[in-house]
């Protein structure tokens, strides 16, 4: 059983940064392929992008070039680190885990509020 913890979230004015975290508990957290969703109000879930257990990145066309996953397998940690973000980006951040094997993700953090502000 893997429990994710987000934290990080709070408010940020257009074009600044904020790095969210992701604390995993599990011994087989480097092995996993952890990710980022968001929700924005009134809309459906949308994906961010995914790290690998390699370091491998990949990333939703609307954040690609501003957005970036890295993983720290020591702390058991993924972060998502936000930059030149936009009144768009405003949304609950959530993060996920799965095992390699699996086609979905079955562990989901209970997420943190991103506002940006114009």
């Known amino acids: 059983q893997v429990q994710l913890v987000e934290s990080g979230g709070g408010l940020v004015q257009a074009g600044g940064s904020l790095t969210l975290s992701c604390a995993a508990s599990?011994?087989?957290?480097?092995?996993?392929?952890m990710a980022w969703f968001r929700q924005a109000p009134g809309k459906e879930r949308e994906f961010v992008g995914f790290?690998?257990?390699?370091?491998?990145?990949y990333y939703a066309e609307s954040v690609k070039g501003r957005f970036t996953i890295s993983r720290d397998n020591a702390e058991n940690t993924v972060y998502l680190q936000m930059n030149s973000v936009k009144p768009e980006d405003t949304a609950v951040y959530y993060c996920?885990?799965?095992?390699?094997?699996?086609?979905?993700?079955?562990?989901w953090g209970q997420g943190t509020q991103v506002t940006v502000s114009s």
């Open positions: 790290i690998l257990w390699n370091g491998y990145t």
């Open positions: 599990g011994r087989t957290f480097s092995s996993y392929t």
């Open positions: 996920a885990g799965k095992q390699r094997s699996d086609s979905e993700y079955g562990y």
